[in-house]
């Protein structure tokens, strides 16, 4: 703290002190928490925060970030029930396209750390995008695998498919991309034959 001071007094960088905040990864139910203090004021412990829109925890767990992209998801298919009351079903394309461009991205926002997530997290996340799917195509009541067959749409297994297939061209062909290739086992699972992952 001591050597950040400093170089915060020698660049003329101001720090908010009251806004900065400390975080313990650790992976024990309740650490000793040091005391840190930055120009003698003392500095709050939080155990989570957001950053760059991803919510980091002490447990580095990826369970409250999937509840606040989900809970962003569900108020836009409140506000899709809302809209399909004045859109009929004959409208179908109006209706899946209003799904494909306000509740699509969000799920499209998690696919980078898809893989990190448990089984039952993946099974959450695809239930919701099969309750869109649902929502759109006016198919109450049935369950998530019927709906997929009756809809005919992409499933969001699909999309996580294109979506690994664009990355993998990416880290292929693109300049910048050799930077990310330093990271060898992320490179080495986006490229493997085996397309399990």
Not at 6 to 27: C, F, Q, R, W
Not at 97 to 124: G, N, S, V
Request: glycine fraction near 4%.
């Amino acid at each position: 703290m001591n050597i950040l001071e400093k170089y915060a007094n020698d660049m003329l960088l101001p720090v908010n002190v009251s806004k900065t905040k400390a975080l313990l990864i650790h992976n024990i139910i309740s650490p000793t928490l040091p005391r840190i203090k930055y120009n003698n004021q003392p500095i709050e412990f939080v155990w989570n925060f957001k950053y760059l829109g991803i919510t980091i925890t002490c447990k580095l767990g990826w369970g409250m970030y999937i509840n606040n992209v989900l809970k962003s998801i569900r108020k836009i298919y409140n506000a899709m029930k809302i809209l399909f009351y004045k859109i009929p079903k004959q409208f179908i394309n109006i209706r899946r396209k209003r799904f494909l461009a306000y509740a699509l991205p969000h799920f499209i926002w998690m696919f980078p750390t898809w893989f990190f997530f448990t089984e039952k997290q993946k099974e959450k996340i695809y239930s919701l995008f099969c309750s869109g799917v649902r929502l759109v195509y006016g198919l109450k009541g049935w369950d998530d695998i019927s709906t997929m067959i009756l809809s005919q749409e992409k499933s969001l297994y699909d999309f996580i498919f294109h979506y690994g297939k664009k990355f993998a061209f990416h880290l292929e062909s693109s300049i910048e991309a050799t930077q990310y290739q330093h990271t060898w086992t992320a490179y080495l699972a986006s490229k493997s034959p085996d397309k399990s992952c």
